[in-house]
């Protein structure tokens, strides 16, 4: 059940550009699978910090790398890493590399406990962190229809989201929506075309577990809080899995990578003005092979930007 394939790990390593004795962060551990390969490209001195959200990540990184200097494990959301890192390093402490990877481990998906599986029945939970906010199924006895339709829209990018939101309307008013396989049918009944090769009930539980863990306001508190931490010359290394959050990470780092418009004809741009950041190659993919061992990887986008020297961010 803890066994998770990360992607584009090679891809990964080369953006990131790993140095032996520098100073990188993994923001989403995960299963450690990055994580793993930047402390093989590490040195004696070099230092790792892994960060996660949901502490069975972090208390399975515990055990694996529990005789290992060079690895901090620090259990928290990395929308709030700036904070985070306290526990760590001195302030004003900066790093060589940081990963993010916005994907869902395999762990969350197929543990049924954990309440992310469409297709295996368990509590409708869906919180990366146990331990903080509200599960699922405590925001559906509570939202309005209309909230509902805006998050299973937005998030799902489902255009059937008013038919699903009034089915859980009417189904809620018959008995409490505490399983997953309960929702799932639910849904699955109120949806009237079958997508080939996808669940009905797909799109929903993603924007689902996209709202209870606010996770495009996590990745864009991360991204931004990630430059002022990177030395000149240090990767900024992002893992997108649909177009939601691949458009908040291409936007960012396009903004913070370019002049503004009204400063860019002038004949001496004002230091102050010119971009923390420059892109690095164009958004990459994973190659067939990988998809073909991996079918999650599918989806998967790498884009990378690297910190100009002298630029505040």
């Known amino acids: 059940m803890d066994e998770h394939k990360p ?34 490209a590490l040195g004696v001195d070099g230092r790792l910090i892994a960060i996660d959200r949901d502490i069975q990540a972090i208390e ?3 055990a694996r790398f529990a005789s290992e200097p060079r690895v901090a494990l620090v259990h928290g959301a990395y929308g709030e890493i700036t904070a985070l890192l306290r526990a760590t390093d001195p302030p004003g402490t900066v790093y060589d590399g940081i990963l993010i990877d916005c994907g869902v481990s395999s762990p969350q ?6 309440g992310f599986s469409f297709q295996k029945d368990g509590p409708l939970d869906m919180r990366m962190d146990a331990q903080r906010g509200e599960p699922v199924s405590a925001w559906l006895a509570r939202a309005p229809l209309e909230e509902m339709r ?8 489902e255009r059937f989201a008013r038919r699903i939101a009034a089915a859980i309307e009417r189904g809620r008013a018959q008995q409490p929506l505490t399983r997953t396989l309960q929702l799932a049918n639910l849904i699955s009944a109120a949806v009237p075309v079958r997508e080939p090769g996808k669940h009905p009930a797909t799109r929903s539980f993603q924007a689902l577990r996209m709202h209870i863990n606010d996770e495009l306001g996590q990745l864009r508190a991360a991204l931004a809080q990630a430059v002022p931490l990177l030395a000149p010359g240090g990767r900024l290394a992002v893992l997108s899995f649909h177009s939601l959050e691949d458009g908040v990470v291409r936007d960012f780092l396009r903004s913070r990578s370019s002049v503004d418009p009204a400063l860019a004809k002038l004949p001496v741009i004002p230091a102050s003005a010119l971009p923390p950041l420059r892109l690095v190659g164009r958004k990459q993919r994973a190659g067939a092979a990988e998809v073909s061992a991996n079918p999650r990887a599918r989806s998967a986008l790498l884009r990378v930007a690297e910190r100009m020297p002298s630029v505040s961010a």
């Open 7 to 40: 992607v584009l790990v090679d891809e990964v390593l080369a953006a990131l550009a790993v140095r032996p004795a520098g100073r990188y962060i993994d923001a989403t551990y995960g299963r450690g699978g990055h994580s793993e390969r930047i402390l093989a």
């Open 60 to 62: 399975a990184g515990r």
């Open 109 to 114: 998906l197929d543990n049924a406990a954990r």
């Open 150 to 157: 805006d998050v299973i829209a937005a998030l799902g990018q």
